[in-house]
């Protein structure tokens, strides 16, 4: 596998799409860190923390993987170059596993390609406090081991698929579908259990009184569970989390959840890769 | 004969449709086998077979003596390279990048033969001009030169001289002839273009409805197809007993009919034939060609 690893990793490096996505990466993680210090001084005259913004590539990356995975492995059958690889004898497994390594390295690449240059500029811009780091550091690893599971998704679907404008719709869309979902589940988790019903006299205008009223669109229950689970659970849901930058967040079970999806999907991929005919 | 290719039985299907149907090829070590079929044949899917691309519904074929289920087939099919429809090549990329990123699939640890390879197949001076601005010759050269990286002792091509202008066929063809005699690559060439076939094979097969109708050397197909007269009498044994009194070649192929390879003397034969009283019915002249023989053997109102 060493062999289509070198080729792959050396295909990646001629890849257009590949080092546009690491600039425009960079470009954004600079402006989003520069722009908030700026909006701090002005409106809070103090710094911002440096976690701060510092994970909403969170809410790109399924966007950018999905983009990049399906234009990268969709080459392959477009160009016709996967029989290349099946012709001179290596094994199916081998060429899957290549291409999800290969994808899940470009993800991280893109993720590095934020974090690094906002770093660079928050850490002498907003400092560093040793609470700070130990949540960033999580929350990080959190975010890759996401990327590995939007790769690992979109190198199934890119994979079995042999069009690449087939792929490149479902992925993106599949991602689209799922982000208004998580959003959604995220709202309806947020809302409050309860809200201030106010009384008050039509003429002036003047309060008399105000008293606390149970929220009937508040979650309770096993319904609550379910929708938090799924929050936790798909990839697009702890996007959400980490952009939003809730520091209490299960960060190691989010990572569970990431890794068991990967491996899942990589595990059908190879399964059902195995028996496709190519043409 | 060492056979490079052969199969038994082969059969797939694509749901409700057989491609291959108790398909066997026999494809002998250094020939330029011409596989020979109209459109969705099976020809394509026999070669997507071959190169792993796609799994057999049932029988078997082996390649260097390798069966299709043995392990070692991946090893086997180091040795060969392949052009299966279009030509596999990065569009985005030039010839020397297109060979590079091959030499690294398969596993060459030098770069250093990728300009003789690029001189072999006339595409040496692409420079830095990237394969989608390549002509389709260009392309089809640039697939072969792919194929070839690795050295491989037998060569695939599906329909390789397809959409090619009269230069590019000529040019085509004489890279055939110059790799199977200057390399002794062995070749299975797919192709319905039947007057550029016979310019080159040493060996056919014909294919029909994903069966193999006909394997024959091109010998042997000379044979078949040279002048002769084909004759029609009212007595078959009278025919073959004055023919072998005048020592003349013939072939009966049916109760009445014979096919006769000589200038004959047509009123010594008829008169010989007459005092024996057999009557001739009918004479005529006929050479077959390539494209005769395949529409004879196919079956003319099938062939296409």
Request: proline letters at 5%; zero cysteines; hydrophobic letters at 30%.
């Given at each position: 596998m060493s062999r289509l690893l070198s080729a792959d990793f050396a295909k990646l490096k001629k890849s257009r799409f590949f080092w546009l996505c690491i600039i425009g990466m960079a470009v954004f993680g600079l402006y989003m860190k520069i722009m908030e210090y700026i909006s701090a001084q002005q409106y809070l005259s103090r710094s911002p923390a440096l976690?701060?913004?510092?994970?909403?590539?969170a809410m790109v990356i399924g966007f950018l993987t999905a983009a990049f995975v399906s234009l990268f492995v969709g080459t392959e059958y477009s160009d016709g170059t996967i029989r290349n690889k099946l012709i001179i004898g290596h094994s199916r497994a081998a060429i899957y596993f290549s291409n999800l390594i290969t994808c899940s390295a470009a993800g991280l690449f893109m993720c590095l390609a934020y974090l690094l240059p906002a770093a660079a500029v928050g850490i002498p811009l907003c400092g560093i406090e040793t609470a700070d780091f130990r949540y960033i550091v999580s929350m990080f690893l959190c975010s890759f081991v996401m990327t590995l599971a939007f790769t690992s998704l979109c190198t199934l679907v890119g994979m079995l698929c042999q069009n690449k404008a087939v792929t490149a719709v479902v992925t993106i869309l599949s991602v689209c579908l799922l982000f208004v979902a998580s959003i959604y589940i995220s709202a309806r988790l947020n809302e409050p259990e309860t809200y201030q019903e106010v009384t008050a006299l039509a003429?002036?205008?003047?309060?008399t009184s105000t008293r606390d009223v149970p929220n009937p669109g508040y979650l309770r229950g096993t319904q609550r569970q379910i929708y938090e689970f799924l929050d936790e659970f798909l990839p697009t849901g702890q996007s959400v989390i980490l952009t939003r930058g809730d520091?209490?967040?299960?960060f190691l079970l989010m990572s569970a959840y990431s890794a068991g999806i990967a491996a899942a999907a990589a595990g059908i991929g190879i399964f059902l890769f195995r028996k496709r005919d190519i043409k | 004969m060492e056979y490079i290719l052969t199969a038994e039985s082969l059969s797939k299907q694509y749901r409700h449709f057989?491609?291959?149907?108790?398909f066997s090829i026999h494809v002998p070590k250094g020939s330029i086998y011409g596989f020979v079929g109209k459109n969705g044949a099976g020809k394509t899917t026999f070669i997507r077979l071959i190169c792993g691309l796609q799994e057999p519904t049932s029988g078997s074929y082996t390649l260097y003596g390798a069966k299709n289920t043995d392990p070692g087939i991946t090893k086997s099919r180091r040795r060969m390279g392949a052009v299966v429809e279009t030509p596999s090549i990065y569009l985005d990329m030039t010839a020397e990048d297109n060979l590079k990123e091959q030499y690294r699939i398969i596993g060459l640890p030098s770069f250093d033969d990728i300009p003789e390879l690029l001189r072999l197949v006339g595409?040496?001076?692409?420079?830095?001009?990237?394969?989608?601005?390549?002509?389709l010759g260009m392309k089809q050269r640039l697939g072969i030169a792919i194929a070839l990286a690795g050295s491989p002792d037998f060569l695939i091509l599906d329909e390789?001289?397809?959409?090619?202008d009269p230069q590019g066929i000529i040019e085509m063809r004489e890279l055939i002839l110059k790799l199977n005699q200057e390399r002794q690559i062995t070749f299975l060439i797919s192709s319905h273009i039947l007057d550029e076939l016979s310019r080159l094979a040493t060996h056919y097969g014909f294919i029909d409805s994903g069966h193999m109708v006909k394997e024959l050397s091109a010998r042997e197909l000379d044979a078949a197809c040279r002048k002769c007269i084909r004759v029609q009498v009212s007595d078959i044994q009278t025919l073959t007993r004055v023919l072998d009194e005048m020592d003349i070649e013939y072939n009966i192929f049916s109760d009445t009919m014979a096919d006769i390879f000589a200038r004959v003397n047509v009123s010594s034969l008829t008169l010989a034939l007459a005092e024996q009283g057999c009557d001739v019915i009918s004479l005529t002249e006929r050479e077959e060609s390539l494209e005769s023989f395949y529409v004879n053997l196919i079956g003319g109102g099938k062939a296409s």
């Open positions: 976690h701060s913004m510092l994970s909403i590539y003429e002036d205008g003047s309060v520091q209490g967040s299960p | 057989k491609a291959l149907d108790s595409l040496e001076n692409t420079g830095k001009k990237k394969a989608k601005n390549f002509s390789p001289v397809n959409g090619l």
